[in-house]
């Protein structure tokens, strides 16, 4: 009973996260809006596909656009006075 609880939710074949375009769509009905629900299912389900987790992508996604040291990150007290560039080891 406990060892299916760290397992994500899936919807027939899909991750419950990747059925997020979907409710949009559901929740406000135009064509725009149906052609973004199909290409962010289709895109998650390559995803899920290929093995990846939909918090995995994006924390690709992310690393790809900031870069592998990240943003400036402030020192200090309760944030910092100034900022500081972060040390990439």
Known sequence: MWRNTALPVRIVFLD??????????????????????????????????????VASVLRLIRR?????????????SAGGLYERPRQCG
């Not at 949009?24 to 064509?31: A, I, L, N, P």
């Open 64 to 76: 790809w656009l900031i870069g592998r040291c990240g943003p400036l990150c402030r020192s200090g």
């Open 16 to 53: 419950g996260r990747a059925c997020l375009p979907l409710l949009v769509f559901v929740v406000y009905w135009s064509w725009a809006t149906f052609y973004i629900a199909i290409g962010g299912t289709a895109f998650f389900t390559i995803v899920s596909w290929a093995g990846l987790t």
